[in-house]
């Protein structure tokens, strides 16, 4: 009789702990990534020290490459890291030289994934907060005559995806985003007739840039 009750002590406590374990296994933190090609523009703001006064006159438009990597923490919500790098580049006949602005963006990231009536299609919203790098170069003709200024900054990011389901764990989407990146005391080497500065004092610039592109992105479960 004591080893009948003894059995089922034990099947009951291991019945127990293979509950708890699942139950642990269906709470644990994922990890979901996307990766992305777009083609961003410049509005125009005055970010150069080099006496370039607005970038939308001579960079136009300029590809971009973004990442995230996030914890899923619930089905359709998740929160990270996303990193996003980019390059204006121009020669300009003007000065004699060749221009070149290289940002990088780190922020904390939180993404939502919102399904669709046809169960292939999903919406993927995303927005960030971050750290903004900024360095400038300005190069002379024919010289290796450069000058260089750098600058920190902050960066706000919004991205809006149309995603198609490929497998219950990959997708692919087409996305739009808006980003307004900030720089703050530049450092450095500037031209005499440089132009920097906003409404937010000397030295500080504020751009914003719409964007277009494709991703490659995780549906963030159901």
Not at 48 to 61: A, D, H, R, T, V
């Amino acid at each position: 009789m004591k080893s009948r009750k003894l059995v089922g002590a034990l099947l009951a406590i291991g019945i127990a702990a293979v509950s708890s374990a699942q139950a642990q296994e269906a709470h644990k933190l994922a990890l979901t990534t996307e990766l992305g090609l777009s083609t961003m523009w410049n509005t125009g703001m005055n970010v150069s020290p080099f006496g370039l006064k607005y970038q939308s006159e001579y960079f136009g438009l300029q590809p971009s490459l973004h990442a995230q990597v996030l914890l899923q923490y619930k089905p359709g919500e998740a929160i990270g890291l996303e990193a996003q790098g980019w390059q204006w580049r121009k020669s300009l006949p003007a000065l004699s030289a060749e221009t070149r602005i290289l940002q990088n963006y780190v922020g904390l990231a939180w993404a939502k994934v919102s399904p669709l009536r046809e169960t292939h299609f999903f919406l993927r919203n995303s927005i960030s907060l971050g750290a903004v790098y900024t360095q400038g170069l300005a190069q002379a003709w024919g010289t290796r005559a450069e000058t260089k200024a750098n600058a920190w900054g902050m960066g706000l990011t919004y991205r809006f995806t149309l995603g198609y389901r490929l497998s219950q764990r990959h997708a692919i989407g087409l996305q739009v985003g808006l980003s307004m990146y900030s720089s703050f005391g530049w450092q450095g080497k500037f031209s005499p007739d440089a132009y920097t500065g906003s409404f937010l004092g000397k030295d500080t610039n504020i751009g914003v840039y719409p964007s277009v592109g494709i991703v490659l992105t995780n549906p963030l479960g159901r």
